[in-house]
């Protein structure tokens, strides 16, 4: 059975995917540092008969990480999906104007811990000739919004090396690809809700055509 690992999972878009992937026959482990959190989304998906595993870890702590996915390969094997798309609200934004050091660095440190998740199954990937690795930010890593400037920073430097990350692993059979959401998730608009967006996750494991692509595809 295939295996999708979903960093930063939540009760929205984590969820969603986490559903979409486990309907066709996927199992699940979802990887975040509240506990509590986990084991009531992993019941929630068990309940739904998804075969779905919590595994704790701090996105700023390597040692965390690698521990984690230790555990993972441990006890489900090695991942055909990896999927990072975590957020951290508690980090403040800074308008263009105001972006200092101080306030981007925490940005940088949150948003590149994707680089120390994705060299977790990279060698797997490249071993096997086969995986998929996608990368979630906001809109803003493409189109910058002036308010949101430190985030965009970060987002967009993450978003570059995943582009370089898909040039190099194409040859390899692995795909890898950057997905920027320039919706408010959830506000109610048409194709705004969690569960349409994660549609979009399994097109592109599935078709595996687009590096860089953009939800919407076009401009709401």
Request: avoid cysteine.
């Amino acid at each position: 059975m295939s295996l999708i690992v979903i960093v930063g999972a939540g009760p929205g878009m984590g969820l969603e995917i986490a559903r979409v992937f486990g309907r066709t026959g996927f199992t699940v482990a979802l990887v975040a540092r509240n506990q509590a959190k986990l084991s009531s989304l992993t019941e929630q998906l068990k309940s739904e008969g998804i075969d779905a595993h919590g595994f704790t870890a701090d996105l700023l702590d390597e040692e965390s990480i690698t521990t984690a996915f230790t555990q993972i390969r441990a006890t489900l094997g090695t991942v055909d999906v990896l999927e990072f798309s975590a957020a951290d609200a508690t980090l403040p934004a800074a308008g263009v104007l105001d972006v200092t050091p101080a306030n981007l660095q925490p940005q940088l440190d949150f948003y590149f811990s994707a680089i120390h998740v994705v060299r977790q199954v990279v060698d797997d990937m490249i071993a096997a000739k086969a995986g998929t690795i996608i990368v979630t930010t906001g809109g803003g890593s493409i189109n910058p919004t002036p308010s949101f400037a430190n985030i965009n920073i970060a987002s967009a430097g993450l978003r570059n090396w995943v582009l370089n990350l898909h040039n190099v692993l194409a040859e390899h059979g692995v795909y890898a690809a950057h997905l920027a959401i320039n919706a408010w998730i959830g506000s109610g608009q048409p194709g705004t809700s969690a569960a349409e967006i994660a549609l979009t996750y399994l097109e592109l494991h599935e078709k595996r055509s687009d590096a860089d692509p953009r939800y919407p595809a076009a401009p709401m």
